[in-house]
T-cell receptor, first 110, second 116 residues
Framework: QKEVEQNSGPLSVPEGAIASLNCTYS??????FFWYRQYSGKSPELIMS????GDKEDGRFTAQLNKASQYVSLLIRDSQPSDSATYLC??????????FGTGTRLTVIP | GAVVSQHPSWVICKSGTSVKIECRSL??????MFWYRQFPKQSLMLMAT?????????EQGVEKDKFLINHASLTLSTLTVTSAHPEDSSFYIC????????????FGNGTRLTVT
């Protein structure tokens, strides 16, 4: 079983809709959770970090964490074509143990 | 703004030559930096953890004699791909944490290496 699992997609949503990206992880002791956005040919860019159960909002982005169910999600409201990218979920279990999912490719259709 | 600077952004080299990639932390000291590699349409794979003033820690399957890491100062780590071959062509990305422990990684812009 992989440490971090994501649906590879592609996920297509129309412009203005809500995009929902999901991630599950295997280690119950995981403590830090991150979402990165990666445009094609570019390096990952941090979007959100979340450390405790519940929702965390930052602009159009909302991260949701449920440690009991071992999933973390990212919602993108009012999706824009510029949001089209691969979204990487990353989970940290120890000081230097950071595991990345394979990423979900999102396409926002104008 | 960027917190980690990586250079060069891209490099093309001939098979058998060596290539050095630099990673600098900007305005903060990074005792630990991380080197990742990413092949097309695949996720990030950690290659090694670079430790200032000591030897790097390599992940299983990564040849330490081929991928030389030097972390001689608190703001600079270098990765040298020695005797590069076409199969080493990849996207190499370094990263560091602004603060310790469980804070997020910030990535450099990456280096696209093409070995001909």
């Amino acid at each position: 079983q992989k440490e971090v699992e994501q649906n590879s997609g592609p996920l297509s949503v129309p412009e203005g809709a809500i995009a929902s990206l999901n991630c599950t992880y295997s280690d119950r002791g995981s403590q830090s959770f991150f979402w990165y956005r990666q445009y094609s040919g570019k390096s990952p860019e941090l979007i959100m970090s979340i450390y405790s159960n519940g929702d965390k909002e930052d602009g159009r982005f909302t991260a949701q964490l449920n440690k009991a169910s071992q999933y973390v999600s990212l919602l993108i409201r009012d999706s824009q074509p510029s949001d089209s990218a691969t979204y990487l979920c990353a989970v940290q279990t120890g000081a230097n143990n950071l595991f990345f999912g394979t990423g979900t490719r999102l396409t926002v259709i104008p | 703004g960027a917190v980690v600077s990586q250079h060069p952004s891209w490099v093309i080299c001939k098979s058998g030559t060596s290539v050095k990639i630099e990673c600098r932390s900007l305005d903060f000291q990074a005792t630990t930096m991380f080197w990742y590699r990413q092949f097309p349409k695949q996720s990030l794979m950690l290659m090694a953890t670079s430790n200032e003033g000591s030897k790097a820690t390599y992940e299983q399957g990564v040849e330490k004699d081929k991928f030389l890491i030097n972390h001689a100062s608190l703001t600079l780590s270098t990765l040298t791909v020695t005797s590069a071959h076409p199969e080493d062509s990849s996207f190499y990305i370094c990263s560091a944490r602004l603060t310790g422990g469980f804070s997020p990684l910030h990535f450099g812009n990456g280096t696209r290496l093409t070995v001909t």
